[in-house]
């Protein structure tokens, strides 16, 4: 596959605890007088931190945060205990204006900001919020929570299942078993695809499993399933020798084994931003890659792979969707019937557990109408992390 | 910030935008030239050709839409698109209502969409794509047609097609792709900026995603027609001024007669037809004939575009008149058989444009006209000029027709209100 935008797994974990605290939070650039309309304008310097008031009344605040100083700079909004954030926007480049809505609860808080994004603040001021206390719509931390427990136990339960498969493919592939290899081959990698978002977010295991040849630098070396897949589909006179075959075989198995080992550590969160911006990353995925069939050069199992991104994607969905349900229930509506007639047209062609048609034996017809499917849910699913945040 | 324009929000926060400034100057240094125009006070007809060109604003609401009878802008982006299978009428209207909505804030100068893109959801993508902002208005008008297949069992509108909308024939030398022809519905952008144009058809058309898909366009770099008599006749890909004898805005009889739909045209009243035939032109060949050989295939001089019969270019061809014994224009020459004296009196607006899409594996230009032209009835008007072109016109040598279709173009909008509601409400 190409390498695309990673999924900043571990960085966005703090911004679930934001979300959660505050009902709502949501970093945006402003352009020039964004803030204009009733809004509070902070002017952080290296060395102050200037907030145009120190009261507000409960409900949205937006802190519009121009950094007048010479190093990128972090605005807070902490909690009385001095330690909770109650919001923050961070990585506001000297010279740019950013804004930052906080939904926050009548009491005293802390303002600050932090140049260099480093130390303990500058600038510190009180800052009181009064008025009524603000409902927060639904029981925004205990969705998000419940989603990010549901979605890890769903990523270690593919990556465990991807392993077994993966052993059982390598090791028919190294015995030279290559009719069973052939088989195992869609099925095992239908795991993979279900959370390759997660393990594109580990950097480096992503292109050593699933690069394809056009995607390695000359001289290096191709590793991962499609080396695996060139060698079986299309040896090209030149088919790897036994020994070379046990060592991508061995390769592919230890890798999945580390990608395994990843998921199952007990820092590795996610955060309900995180799973929603996955599901956005797979339909990216099958848009750019899987409609081409380019992703399965040789074995034109690509439909396999389509399947199992849109899956993937499908529970990455569910996963969050109560969440958006709250805040924008005609995005979920049309999701929902989006994905499911995605499903339908994906059907005509096969199922993961009968198999598909080669993805050879489409017509260009066929690829359009799947092509307008998948823009037809990616364009409303584009929407979904603004709106679990939202 | 709905008021802001494509430049952001600084501009709209000065007292006298940069923008303002300049249309001042315009109107004083150009004003002279106005008079012709602005007399007119036909809907759409009037480019006031004292604006400068980038800040001219044709409104989008109207009696009829805009982009007919408008002074042809310079630039093109046409696409056609096919409606998403399964799709219900209601979805149908949305889309229009949507579209339309949109095509008044783009024909105005401002992106899709509420909110500025640099004030939108951090986490959400822009609503508007944002490659026109900073740019102007640049005349843009934006023009929506229903083509033949959208009468057919799918909306329940079979008994409500015009008789005009017929399915053009097969002429003779016609080489159609199925991919460069037809479509549910069309959409004419025009601008004189071809960002600003190509802006509009990728935001409408990203608003259409799932309820209906672009089936082929066309970007064409050059207007090959006048629609007002203030402007110059262009020049087509040949070297040979086009559209000089082309139905102005000025003709308001005319173009009452010939371009709209008359008030018994029921929901078609006030709208009018599009026909598109995309023109691939041999170049090359065509490069290698002698001067005499190109005007007397034409009918014109080239350097000034004059009839052989003599004159200037406005003077009226003579087709009486003759030389040794022969016509001085050709009997086949392209200004006699186009001509609406050997056509029955129909005339076409025409609203053309040059193309070139690269080139082909020999290494010719694919280049050529899109062919625009817009109508009362093509049953009278375009198909037997057609007809007798491809049958004998000296310049079929030169011209393949490799693209086409034909649309409705319903009457424009009023405000509150969305193209297509004549038919669909």
């Keep these: 596959m190409r390498p695309r935008a990673s999924l900043p797994v571990a960085a966005l974990a703090a911004t679930l605890a934001l979300a959660a605290l505050t009902g709502c939070t949501r970093n945006q650039p402003a352009g020039a007088g964004a803030a204009s309309e009733g809004g509070i304008t902070v002017t952080a310097a290296d060395d102050s931190c200037a907030v145009s008031t120190a009261t507000a009344t409960s409900g949205t605040s937006v802190f519009s945060v121009t950094n007048t100083g010479t190093r990128a700079t972090e605005f807070e909004l902490v909690a009385k205990d001095g330690l909770t954030i109650v919001g923050e926007i961070e990585n506001i480049g000297p010279g740019l204006t950013r804004s930052l809505s906080v939904q926050a609860q009548p009491g005293s808080y802390t303002t600050m900001c932090k140049p260099g994004m480093t130390g303990s603040g500058v600038g510190r001021a009180a800052f009181t919020v009064t008025g009524e206390a603000v409902a927060l719509s639904g029981d925004a931390k205990q969705l998000a929570d419940a989603a990010a427990t549901r979605y890890v136990s769903y990523v270690r339960d593919q990556a465990d299942q991807l392993l077994t498969a993966t052993r059982a493919f390598a090791a028919s592939y190294a015995s030279g078993d290559a009719a069973t290899a052939k088989t195992e081959y869609p099925a095992a990698r239908a795991y993979y695809e279900r959370i390759e978002p997660i393990a594109e977010s580990f950097g480096d295991l992503d292109p050593q499993l699933d690069a394809r040849e056009g995607d390695v630098a000359e001289g290096a070396d191709w590793t991962g399933w499609h080396r695996i897949e060139k060698d079986l589909w299309a040896p090209d006179g030149k088919p790897l020798d036994g020994a070379a075959r046990e060592q991508a075989a061995e390769f592919l198995v230890e890798k999945t084994q580390d990608l395994k080992d990843r998921v199952d550590a007990a820092s590795f969160t996610v955060t309900a931003d995180a799973i929603s911006n996955g599901a956005i990353g797979l339909l990216d995925e099958v848009a750019s890659s899987k409609i081409t069939g380019e992703e399965e050069a040789y074995s034109h199992t690509d439909l396999w792979d389509f399947k199992a991104n849109v899956e993937g994607a499908e529970v990455a969905y569910r996963g969050v969707r109560d969440i958006a349900a709250g805040k924008d229930a005609a995005l979920v509506r049309s999701l929902d019937a989006r994905f499911a007639a995605l499903d339908a047209l994906l059907a005509r062609y096969g199922s993961l557990e009968k198999g598909f048609q080669p993805y050879t034996d489409l017509s260009k017809a066929d690829v359009k109408a799947l092509s307008d499917s998948v823009n037809a849910l990616a364009e409303p699913l584009s929407r979904l992390t603004a709106a679990v945040l939202g | ?14 007292g006298v935008s940069r923008r303002g400034l300049l249309r001042g100057f315009g109107l004083g240094a150009l004003g002279a030239g106005a008079g012709a125009a602005t007399a007119l006070g036909a809907e759409h007809a009037v480019a006031a050709s004292a ?3 980038a800040d001219r604003i044709h409104p989008f609401h109207g009696a009829h839409q805009a982009g007919i009878v408008t002074e042809a802008q310079d630039r093109l982006y046409f696409a056609a698109f096919d409606l998403a299978e399964g799709l219900a009428k209601a979805d149908l209207v949305q889309l229009l209502r949507d579209w339309s909505a949109a095509a008044a804030r783009l024909t105005a100068g401002r992106g ?5 893109v640099s004030q939108g959801d951090y986490a959400a993508p822009p609503e508007d794509t944002g490659e026109a902002l900073g740019l102007s208005p640049a005349g843009l008008t934006l023009t929506f047609g229903f083509g033949p297949s959208l009468f057919d069992d799918r909306f329940g509108l079979a008994d409500r097609r015009p008789d005009a909308l017929v399915d053009l024939p097969a002429f003779p030398g016609d080489a159609l792709i199925a991919a460069a022809s037809d479509g549910d519905l069309c959409v004419q952008a025009c601008s004189d900026d071809p960002q600003v ?6 935001n409408l058309s990203r608003i259409a995603f799932g309820r209906a898909t672009m089936r082929w366009s066309q970007l064409g770099f050059g207007r090959t027609s006048s629609t007002t008599r ?5 020049r087509n890909l040949f070297g040979f001024k086009d559209g000089t004898a082309n139905l102005k805005a000025e003709d308001t009889a005319l173009v009452q007669r010939e371009v709209w739909v008359g008030d018994d045209g029921g929901w078609m009243a006030g709208g009018s037809y599009l026909v598109a035939r995309k023109v691939r032109m041999r170049m090359e060949t065509w490069d290698r004939q002698s001067l005499q050989d190109q005007e007397q295939t034409i009918g014109r001089t080239k350097p000034e575009g004059a009839p052989l019969s ?10 009486a008149a003759k030389g040794d014994g022969a016509p001085l ?6 200004v006699r058989m186009a001509h609406p004296s050997e056509n029955g009196g129909a005339q076409l607006l025409r609203r053309g444009y040059n193309y070139a899409d690269g080139n082909d594996d020999l290494g010719r230009m694919d280049a050529g006209l899109f062919f625009i032209a817009f109508q009362r009835d093509p049953r009278r008007q375009f198909i037997p000029i057609q007809q007798r072109l491809a049958s004998a016109d000296l310049l079929n040598e030169y011209v393949v027709h490799v693209g086409s279709g034909v649309w409705a173009v319903p009457p424009g909008a009023a405000k509150g209100s969305y193209v297509g509601a004549t038919l669909l409400s």
């Design chain 2, 310 to 319: 003599g004159g200037t270019e406005f003077t009226a061809p003579d087709f």
């Design chain 2, 1 to 14: 910030m709905v008021r802001e324009r494509r430049g952001g929000g600084t501009r709209d926060r000065q």
């Design chain 2, 51 to 53: 604006v400068p060109p």
């Design chain 2, 230 to 234: 203030a402007q110059v006749t262009p």
């Design chain 2, 329 to 334: 224009i050709p009997a086949a020459s392209h």
């Design chain 2, 197 to 202: 144009a190509v802006h509009a058809i990728r």
């Design chain 2, 112 to 116: 899709v969409g509420d909110e500025p």
